[in-house]
């Protein structure tokens, strides 16, 4: 009898292994992204600062979060294209805005490593996404 119970508890054991190892990605439910400056230079003027903070205010809003590490509902492709979607949005509110410095702000996928966003907004307003 205790036999046949080691056996059973190895198989379930098993089985569970198998479940838990697949990667299809229709299973996320919850996907991860941070977001943030990768890259920035400005003449020397400390509006830098504030230029930062618009820049990340409107993709907090935008993406409807309150921090750069956040979290979306659903599998990698649905998710990623409302964050890519939000970006363009992000984007779209800052457009006309003259920079005093330049900035690269990017949103990436932290499950994939891929970034989902890359905005780079430079002085003289030669903006682009």
Known sequence: MSAML????AVCV?????TACSDDD???TEVTYTMGFTQMSSSGSFDFIQEMRTIEAAFLTVLG????????SGNNEQCDKEV???CEKAFN?????KWKG??????TNIRTSEAVCEVVFKANDENFI
């Open 93 to 97: 509110t800052l457009k006309g805005t």
């Open 6 to 9: 080691l056996m059973l508890a």
């Open 102 to 107: 330049s900035y690269v702000f990017k949103v």
């Open 84 to 86: 890519r979607e939000a």
């Open 26 to 28: 229709e299973q996320v």
């Open 14 to 18: 098993t089985m569970t292994a198998f």
């Open 65 to 72: 979060v309150t921090d750069t590490y956040f979290t979306k």
